[in-house]
């Protein structure tokens, strides 16, 4: 049978008086809050006056702070908390240990609730937890020895904070009145809200409402990157087909509802979400895929409701970051090369117009005879043409800069494993080689030597510049993302980018750094399962 279609008007009178329903519950809510908030003010107040008369006893300003103090302190905090009626009188020093409570086997054990950071501070206040006798409102009040000029501790006084039920049987005449007004309230509501519904529906009807819906569903699930929407709980609300297909679970499978750790793919996420900032992105393994993560806070009325995951393919991103790199690393080359042709023209120019011929004739062999020293060299070690020409461009860069740039007259570099890409050795020595030109240019001795050697088992690389060196302070915080000394906005990243790639890769990174310099001594397997 196929279920019943109710009009509009019918939906709207079923609502109406839901509400109504709803407006009589949220009366006696209030009101019941109101009353139980008013108890525990009151209830507060009591708590901190006890803890305050505790914490001037004389014998717990003495004893607080001597290893047996709890032999004294305990039998008087029992005495005053039965003689009081309060549940409960822990008895703390400055390290937290309680000295007493009402539950013997917790007496030498550390107080730590949570919540009683301030007190050890010399602070006194309120504060409400759940413990072990249920709900309660709790009074700490530091203890000051030497007429007040020391703190050895602190006194927390808890009173249980009476329940509903009890509440609602002492005020019972009350509350029924109460619930009629919001009765009455109710009715009201469920009128305005007849009137009003067409409006609030931006007059449209529940089938276009419904279409609309469908709409936005399939635009979401068109999308180019994974995207993974939580609740606030950590439970999946919405998924997109790219996001399943990246973490390798089936289109068919219904995730909805599901926790993160429900799912053994996103249980790494969990950590994620606990520690690291929303705003940055991270690069993780997942489904033995390289992915990029951001997190993005849900909010609705300025409070968090949930995360929205996005979940980008590395290979995907790399692909157009390459194309982006290549042209910016084509641009840079034949700028270098320009600067220093123009250079070059204008010594000539001037040794000529000196009337310096034979001068001129012998730069122009010098010239020529270096670059092409240079460029023979790295022709015949350095087999892989992306890195000789990423090697041929630093030169010309340490030429215009000032900077000479010598290469290890060992270096070798035949042709690369299928598993290595010729990009992953540009980018850490063109991060190495720029960082050691920056560090050198201006001093009296500008040099960068480099070595790259291509082993059996291993690829080596040393950069080793004449700068200053590192701060010791400093070498441990060289790495870390967005860390730079020189004081500008997108600085930090390539050191960065240079230990994320060489860790993923399961290489080495060596730092040596002193006053004649400093070396990066990288070594990365040429066997290992993780190369890209």
Not at 114 to 143: C, H, I, N, W
Not at 364 to 377: G, H, I, L, S
Not at 492 to 500: D, E, H, T
Request: glycine fraction near 8%; aromatic fraction near 6%; charge should be negative.
């Amino acid at each position: 049978m196929s279920r019943p279609h109710f009009k509009l008007g019918t939906k709207i009178a079923i609502l109406s008086f839901f509400l109504v329903l709803l407006s009589v519950f949220l009366v006696g809510v209030i009101f019941v809050n109101f009353i139980s908030h008013k108890m525990e003010q009151e209830i507060g107040y009591r708590a901190m006056a006890i803890a305050r008369t505790v914490a001037q006893l004389r014998e717990v300003q003495e004893n607080l702070s001597k290893a047996e103090g709890s032999k004294v302190i305990q039998p008087l905090a029992e005495r005053i908390r039965i003689a009081t009626g309060v549940e409960y009188i822990v008895i703390f020093n400055m390290e937290r240990i309680r000295y007493s409570h009402p539950y013997l086997d917790r007496i030498g054990t550390p107080f730590n609730d949570g919540d009683e950071g301030p007190s050890l501070k010399r602070k006194e206040y309120l504060s409400q937890a759940v413990g072990v006798m249920g709900p309660s409102v709790r009074a700490f009040e530091p203890v000051l020895a030497d007429e007040g000029t020391r703190q050895v501790g602190v006194v927390a006084v808890g009173i249980i904070v009476p329940t509903i039920r009890g509440i609602i049987s002492t005020l019972r005449i009350q509350l029924y009145s109460s619930l009629l007004v919001g009765l009455a309230l109710g009715i009201l509501g469920s009128f305005y809200l007849a009137r009003n519904i067409k409006k609030n529906m931006f007059y449209l009807e529940p089938n276009e409402i419904a279409r609309m819906l469908e709409e936005r569903v399939a635009i979401f699930q068109a999308m180019d990157e994974g995207v993974v929407a939580l609740d606030i709980e950590n439970r999946i609300t919405v998924s997109n087909k790219k996001a399943c297909r990246i973490a390798g679970i089936s289109p068919n499978d219904n995730i909805i509802g599901l926790h993160l750790n429900d799912l053994e793919v996103f249980r790494v996420l969990i950590d994620l979400l606990e520690t690291r900032d929303p705003s940055e992105t991270t690069e993780l393994l997942l489904n033995q895929t390289w992915v990029l993560i951001n997190f993005l806070p849900v909010r609705v009325k300025d409070q968090v409701v949930g995360q929205v995951i996005t979940i980008k393919d590395k290979t995907e991103v790399r692909k157009m970051a390459e194309e982006l790199t290549g042209v910016r690393a084509f641009i840079e080359a034949l700028r270098v090369q320009n600067h220093e042709s123009l250079n070059k023209l204008h010594t000539i120019a001037g040794l000529i117009q000196l009337n310096k011929a034979q001068e001129a004739m012998d730069y122009v062999y010098k010239v020529t005879e270096e670059q092409q020293e240079v460029t023979r060299f790295l022709s015949q070690n350095i087999k892989d043409s992306s890195v000789a020409g990423l090697l041929l461009g630093k030169y010309n860069r340490g030429k215009e800069l000032k900077v000479e740039v010598y290469f290890d007259q060992d270096s070798n570099l035949g042709e690369l494993p299928e598993n290595l890409e010729s990009n992953i050795v540009t980018l850490i020595l063109g991060n190495l080689l720029e960082n050691a030109m920056e560090a050198v240019v201006g001093r009296e001795l500008c040099e960068v030597h480099c070595r790259i050697k291509q082993e059996e088992t291993e690829l080596i690389i040393s950069v080793e510049d004449t700068g200053e060196g590192i701060p010791s302070e400093n070498l441990l915080k060289v790495f870390q993302w967005g860390f730079s000394t020189k004081g500008t906005e997108n600085r930090g990243i390539g050191l960065a980018l240079v230990k994320q790639t060489v860790e993923r890769l399961d290489g080495t990174i060596e730092l040596e750094s002193g006053n004649w310099g400093t070396r990066f001594g990288i070594k990365i397997p040429l066997k290992s399962s993780k190369l890209l």
